[in-house]
């Protein structure tokens, strides 16, 4: 854009309508502004409750203005609406695209007016100002986006983080652009992430061991102890443990609420999934296989005339072991390191929430929230598809649709 650019403006009128809702104020409306020289420069409309909500930006002969103002009046008698006009020379540039866009994604199971007040200040202070704002769910949370400019990132990020906390509001902050619709790889934990148990906690316990792993179990997710020691150490008191006990547990795993609402509506937009797990291959890969997922890690417990050793085998899928999956998959997928998404709870999970281009917190440790980009502090794992900006009514419709076609 030149300089002379800048400094041109055009003479505008802002138009606000609001009344009940009916079939036809749309067309009655243009209707009314058809014969007059208008282009019609932006346009947004909203229904809540019935109550429609309809903005429109034109650019007009000034001598028109009048004419038009008193159309419009006889217009809002016939429809039974309230119509209000305001007439102004804009700049031109203000009237173009804005560029560097950020979304904020607000999730709570009940969003209260000061919670909602303390982002839009959090979000004022980091220099950014709302262009608009929709809900995007309303179950099994609700979720809000707010669509900013003016603000860099991770200005936002750090401004809306503390704030989140304090209000009880899970936040998600993204770039605009295409680059939130590109393909991604969504990897995610298994143990207390993609399912609700532990998996060794549940081994452990039918081996008469579990008080034992339990008190292991929870210092390593604190990540007070180093990550492969501590499982060595599980492992170790599975000693002599049948194998029946694998399959035991594997009837006793509970996939996490929402899993497979995630996964599917990944699936069925394209995305990839992976699974990585500090748990064991025996487990895991029926899990992965079931809902479709290619590409998973995990570690594989030593098993020999049908009796757990006690040992391990292969490489330990550890911290790093983690990350470096999350890179493996990627380079399979051709997916950009930037458009991963990796979801996790526990330390073990730290290198692969630091190392993906968006990395979500589920129910995690302290730590791992102040690391991650995101968290999630509801129990619905579906809830991961709202921060990624997919709305629950098009998921539900995807839903209903292939439920038709099974019929």
Sequence with gaps: MSENDTHQSQFTGLILLSGDDAPGITQELFGTLAPFAISVLDIEQVVIRSRLILTIL????RAHAQSIEEDLDQCAVRLGVDIAT???DEPTASIAAKSG?????????KLIPSAISSLASAIAQAGGNIERIHRSASFPLTAIEFLISGAPINDLRMSLAAVAKEVKVDIAVAPGGLARWARKLVVMDVDSTLIQQEVIDLLAKKHGVGEQVSVITESAMRGELDFEHSLRARVALLKGASASIIEDVKSEVTLTPGARTLIRTLQRLGHSVGLVSGGFSDVVFPIATELGIEHVRANRLEIIDGVITGNLLGTIIDRAGKASALRDFALSESVSIDQTVAIGDGANDLDMIAAAGLGIAFNAKPSVQAAADSSLNAPYLDSVLFMLG?????IESADSSDALLKL
């Design 58 to 61: 034109i650019s007009l002969d």
């Design 86 to 88: 305001s007439f102004t």
């Design 101 to 109: 866009l950020v979304h904020v994604v607000a999730l709570a199971q």
């Design 390 to 394: 997919i709305n629950r009514e098009d």
